[in-house]
């Protein structure tokens, strides 16, 4: 096995609680959701919940001379997942882990996580996910978002191409092979 397939495989375990539970099966899941997000709204996170995804997102892969989680749509990923897979106990359970990681973002200062300074939210996120495992509050939304950052990530065509070297996504046969018949 290559490196490259490594990571795929990887970042697929991690997400597999929320799919299906073969690697293969679980990456081809993550392309297919990438191609429904198109322009499709948030449906499941509000906007506020949507910044503080996007960030942590963000600060977990950040934009250097690569893209980083927002630019490969990873929160529009997660909102989809919550959407379309989660059950409503998941659901509730890791809205209320984003609601709780407001209400401890409190002890640092702060009323709300997306306006900490950058070192605190570092700490902090370096707090929750030294809780690991999390059934509940901030540190299971944590939790949830890094895994499916590094899914969503990893499963984008961007990220695939570009940066993996793979192609993953399937664009179709292409049969018109140059042929030079021999005289």
Do not use: C
Not at 17 to 42: K, T
Not at 74 to 90: C, G, Q, R, S
Request: proline share 5%; no cysteine.
């Amino acid at each position: 096995m290559r490196r490259r397939e490594a990571i795929q495989f990887l970042g697929a375990a991690i997400a597999m609680q929320f799919v299906p539970r073969n690697a293969q099966a679980v990456i081809e899941l993550g392309e297919r959701l990438h191609r429904q997000i198109g322009d499709v709204p948030f449906r499941t996170l509000n906007a506020a919940q949507q910044k503080l995804v996007t960030q942590i997102a963000e600060m977990i892969i950040p934009e250097t001379d690569t893209p980083g989680a927002t630019s490969v749509k990873v929160p529009e990923f997660i909102d989809l997942i919550l959407t379309e897979w989660a059950t409503e106990e998941e659901k509730a359970a890791f809205l209320a882990g984003l609601a709780d990681i407001d209400v401890q973002s409190v002890a640092m200062g702060s009323p709300r996580f997306v306006e900490l300074a950058e070192a605190k939210r570092g700490e902090f996120l370096t707090g929750l996910d030294a809780k690991r495992p999390a059934k509940a509050g901030a540190a299971h939304a944590f939790e949830r978002i890094k895994a499916l950052t590094v899914y969503g990530y990893f499963t984008s065509e961007p990220v695939q191409v570009n940066i993996l070297k793979t192609q993953m996504f399937f664009n179709g046969y292409d049969g018109n092979v140059p042929f030079t018949p021999r005289v």
